[in-house]
């Protein structure tokens, strides 16, 4: 009989720890809450135009932050389309999009900025040392690496595949993951940029 | 910088982790300092535990973890299973006990703290009864694979560590139960025979979420696609690698140990006569 109580008691702590993370990230997002779970925007890179760039320039309006690089064949291009997609749905106003290149190797600003007007004009373009985008990649759990070159200097560059939502506070607010449909996204998008 | 220091500074550095591994060191220390004589194996093996815990978590290797399903499988695996196995196997609470200071070791008879201490040792009792403490070391597997909760404990820094700490601490209450022997403390003494049923029965579940996870030919953790991965790696082959991990090294430990029960009791017998 002990053993019995023990046992529910056992299943209704872990119940409760998992009702208690089912929370976490906030309620009501469409793709994923990440409120409390990830920390504030903050950066120091150079922009597309080669000027430095700080979170406090996209102060005022929601931010989507993304990691990729201009080389790359397949993720980057279909999250661009895709942001570019749910911002024009969501009908915002104001809204940025900051694309960080995490292969300043190859990734200069006017190839940055060629690569970012292809998309839409809202989204800016923007670099640092490999140390630099290492402390800001660290700061929202995202890495990158690099592959070795083939024989025509061509690598591979592994980075994050998730968009970071920032509310004009710089609060992080909502990941989009490659899963989320492009709908989802102007959805939690209008939701961020009323509240 | 040359590559061993860069592999020995820790990428996330934890001062409670940092704290719990330097205090476990220099309270062994301190005991064998003060006449404990725990013998060669025993020492080595609570070093090799309380550095293997360290290594995984406080060096370079824990990006690894962070980053590649692989390599947080193999963490997991020395924070839950390999690390409390060595500590436990060495049973310290003797050392440990005359590393403390004279006044610390009366702290359960004081007045004012003797509550505190008579409900933990109730609490410790309930958690260590041999269903309760099965049911938390692989419910406790299950959980934090739970690819919901999995996300969350990955994205989170706060909940990466909390995940940690619950595997180090849970590993640690098992095989502390499966390895009791000697001076009889507050740890439910089990049998032999209970000890193995024990290893045996936390076996199948293990074997099955590992098979689950290698055979699966869907991406079961999004996080690591989503935050990006320490090298380029197909996605499915670094899963695999992981439920591997889960798999078999994870459920052979119960062998190994069930086999370390039996030399024990062999032993016993052959004191006996």
């Known amino acids: 009989m002990t053993s019995v109580k023990h046992t529910a008691v056992k299943i209704a702590l872990v119940s409760a720890l998992i009702v208690l993370l089912s929370g976490c990230g906030g309620r009501g997002y469409e793709t994923k809450g990440v409120e409390g779970l990830l920390p504030a925007l903050e950066f120091s890179l150079t922009s597309d135009t080669g000027q430095p760039i700080t979170e406090a320039d996209l102060r005022g309006a929601p931010t989507v932050v993304f990691f990729g690089f201009t080389h790359c064949p397949d993720v980057c291009p279909t999250a661009m389309a895709r942001i570019a997609a749910a911002v024009d749905a969501a009908n915002a106003d104001d809204l940025n999009v900051l694309f960080v290149s995490v292969d300043p190797g190859r990734d200069n600003p006017e190839r940055l900025r060629r690569y970012t007007d292809f998309f839409s004009d809202r989204v800016t373009g923007a670099t640092a040392s490999v140390e630099t985008l290492r402390a800001m990649t660290k700061r929202y759990r995202a890495t990158f690496g690099y592959d070795e070159p083939n024989e025509f200097g061509d690598y591979n560059v592994s980075h994050s595949s998730a968009m970071y939502v920032f509310d004009a506070e710089g609060e992080a607010r909502a990941l989009f993951r490659p899963s989320d449909s492009v709908t989802a996204m102007a959805n939690d998008l209008r939701r961020i940029n009323r509240s | ?273």
């Open chain 2, 1 to 273: 910088m040359t590559p061993i220091i860069e592999w020995l500074r820790p990428w996330e550095p934890s001062a409670p982790v940092f704290i719990a591994c330097v205090l476990a060191i220099g309270l062994y220390a301190s005991g064998l300092m003060r006449g404990a004589r725990p013998g060669f194996w025993p020492a080595l093996s609570y070093l090799l535990g309380v550095g293997l815990i360290y290594a995984v978590t406080q060096t370079h290797y824990d990006y690894f973890s962070q980053y590649l399903f692989a390599a947080h499988r193999l963490q997991h695996l020395a924070l839950h299973h390999l690390g409390p196995f060595l500590i436990a196997l060495s049973m310290p609470a003797a050392v440990l006990a005359a590393g403390l200071p004279q006044s610390v070791r009366h702290w359960p008879q004081q007045p004012a703290l003797a509550p505190l201490f008579t409900a933990l040792r109730v609490g410790y009792r309930i958690i260590q009864q041999p269903f309760i403490a099965g049911f938390l070391f692989v419910g406790l597997i299950y959980f934090w694979l739970t690819p919901a909760i999995h996300f969350d404990a990955m994205l989170s820094i706060d909940l990466y560590w909390f995940m940690n700490w619950t595997m180090a601490l849970d590993g640690l209450l098992f095989w502390w139960l499966i390895f009791e022997r000697g001076d009889r403390g507050i740890t439910p003494r089990l049998t032999p025979g209970q000890r193995i049923l024990m290893l045996a029965l936390i076996m199948p579940p293990q074997i099955a979420l590992g098979a689950y996870i290698t055979l699966s030919k869907q991406n079961l953790f999004e996080i690591y696609d989503v935050c990006g991965r320490a090298f380029p790696i197909a996605p499915l082959l670094d899963q695999q690698i992981g439920g591997l991990i889960t798999w078999i090294p994870a459920s052979m430990m119960s062998v190994v140990a069930a086999v370390i029960i039996l030399a024990f009791r062999l032993e016993q017998s052959n004191d006996k006569r």
